[in-house]
C-alpha cells in the first residue's frame, strides 16, 4: 500500500509497518503556517484490520445525530457500507 493510504470519510488508513496500520483524521488547523490547510492527525495505530474496523464504526455512530431506532438502524447501514467498501479497497491495494 503506498504512503497515501485509503481514504474512508473523514479518516486514512495507512501502513505504518508491515505490522501495523495507522489511522489519520482529516484537520484543518486554526492558525499558524498550515492555516486552514488540510493535514491528518493520527487517530490511533492498530495492529489488525477487524480493531480498525471496530474503531471507525463506533466513531461515524457516535458522530451521527440518532435520535430513535431508524436513525440507528440507518447509522449502523451507512457505517456498515463504508467500512465494507473501504476494506475492499484495502484488500485489491494489498493483492497489487
Same mark, same amino acid.
Given at each position: 500500500?503506498?504512503?497515501?493510504?485509503?481514504?474512508?470519510?473523514? !479518516?486514512?488508513?495507512?501502513?505504518? /509497518?508491515?505490522?501495523?496500520?495507522? #489511522?489519520?483524521?482529516?484537520?484543518?488547523?486554526? *492558525?499558524?503556517?498550515?492555516?486552514?490547510?488540510?493535514?491528518?492527525?493520527?487517530?490511533?495505530?492498530?495492529?489488525?484490520?477487524?480493531?480498525?474496523?471496530?474503531?471507525? !464504526?463506533?466513531?461515524?455512530?457516535? /458522530?451521527?445525530?440518532?435520535?430513535? #431506532?431508524?436513525?440507528?438502524?440507518?447509522?449502523? *447501514?451507512?457505517?456498515?457500507?463504508?467500512?465494507?467498501?473501504?476494506?475492499?479497497?484495502?484488500?485489491?491495494?494489498?493483492?497489487?
Amino acid at each position: 500500500m503506498d504512503k497515501t493510504g485509503i481514504v474512508i470519510d473523514d !479518516f486514512r488508513l495507512r501502513r505504518a /509497518d508491515s505490522l501495523n496500520w495507522v #489511522l489519520e483524521k482529516k484537520y484543518y488547523p486554526k *492558525s499558524g503556517k498550515n492555516k486552514d490547510k488540510l493535514t491528518w492527525k493520527n487517530a490511533g495505530y492498530f495492529r489488525k484490520l477487524d480493531q480498525v474496523a471496530t474503531f471507525l !464504526f463506533d466513531q461515524q455512530i457516535s /458522530d451521527e445525530n440518532v435520535k430513535s #431506532l431508524h436513525d440507528l438502524k440507518r447509522s449502523v *447501514s451507512r457505517s456498515r457500507s463504508l467500512i465494507m467498501n473501504a476494506f475492499r479497497k484495502i484488500e485489491k491495494k494489498l493483492e497489487q
